[in-house]
């Protein structure tokens, strides 16, 4: 009896496990690019790369230093599968600590670490954002900041779309990565300020 009871409660975990994790992605499979949307065949241009200005650098310089610190929390992330009729989520999580450092000149450095629990593998990574000055659609606001970068691969174009969105002390940060401009995969770190 106890057996079954236990059983029964690590299924009810994991489907709650499950639910969870799909109502992270607010994005669905395959769905279209918002720049492409906005662009129509433009958006293929990747002369629409820009530099950035120096109030947009200067509104950065402000953002980040709200983001510079040690935060930690949980780093979801998908790949989408299986034919565009009946698409499906292969979902990880990891639990993620992640070091931000923010530069007067508003370059944005990552270094974080993610923990697979259940596989038991640890992965040290780091990342900047905005140290080259060239990005396409950047908006910046007081409550976030989302832009995108786009590259060729093998006749492919790869866009990531970004969004940073700082709230009090959480921090949650969405990276999208759409292929000829159709969603393959998706990542979303929700953090809290340690220090």
């Given at each position: 009896?106890?057996?079954?009871?236990?059983?029964?409660?690590k299924?009810?975990?994991?489907?709650?496990?499950?639910?969870?994790?799909?109502?992270t992605?607010?994005?669905?499979?395959y769905s279209?690019?918002?720049?492409?949307?906005?662009?129509?065949d433009?958006?293929?241009?990747?002369?629409?790369?820009?530099?950035?200005?120096?109030?947009?650098?200067?509104?950065?310089?402000?953002?980040?230093?709200?983001?510079?610190g040690?935060?930690?929390?949980i780093a979801s992330?998908s790949?989408?599968?299986?034919?565009?009729?009946?698409?499906r989520?292969?979902?990880?999580?990891?639990?993620?600590?992640?070091?931000?450092?923010?530069?007067d000149?508003?370059?944005?450095?990552?270094?974080?670490?993610l923990?697979?629990?259940?596989?038991?593998?640890?992965?040290?990574?780091?990342?900047?954002?905005?140290?080259n000055?060239?990005?396409s659609?950047?908006?910046?606001s007081?409550?976030s900041?989302?832009?995108?970068?786009?590259?060729?691969?093998?006749?492919?174009?790869?866009?990531?779309?970004?969004?940073?969105?700082?709230?009090?002390?959480?921090?949650?940060?969405?990276?999208?990565?759409?292929?000829?401009?159709?969603?393959?995969?998706e990542?979303?770190?929700?953090?809290?300020?340690?220090?």
């Amino acid at each position: 009896m106890y057996k079954s009871f236990t059983a029964c409660l690590k299924y009810v975990f994991a489907i709650t496990s499950l639910i969870v994790t799909a109502n992270t992605f607010a994005t669905d499979c395959y769905s279209v690019s918002p720049n492409f949307s906005a662009l129509g065949d433009e958006y293929f241009d990747l002369d629409r790369i820009k530099t950035l200005t120096t109030t947009q650098k200067d509104q950065l310089v402000e953002f980040n230093a709200r983001l510079a610190g040690t935060w930690q929390g949980i780093a979801s992330s998908s790949v989408c599968k299986g034919p565009e009729s009946s698409p499906r989520r292969e979902t990880k999580e990891a639990e993620l600590k992640a070091n931000i450092k923010a530069s007067d000149n508003s370059q944005l450095s990552v270094f974080y670490e993610l923990n697979y629990v259940e596989d038991r593998i640890k992965k040290n990574k780091s990342f900047s954002w905005f140290g080259n000055n060239l990005l396409s659609d950047l908006e910046v606001s007081n409550n976030s900041v989302t832009f995108s970068e786009k590259t060729r691969f093998q006749n492919r174009l790869i866009e990531s779309i970004f969004s940073i969105n700082p709230s009090g002390n959480a921090l949650t940060i969405t990276f999208s990565l759409y292929s000829n401009s159709i969603l393959v995969s998706e990542k979303i770190w929700n953090m809290n300020r340690v220090n």
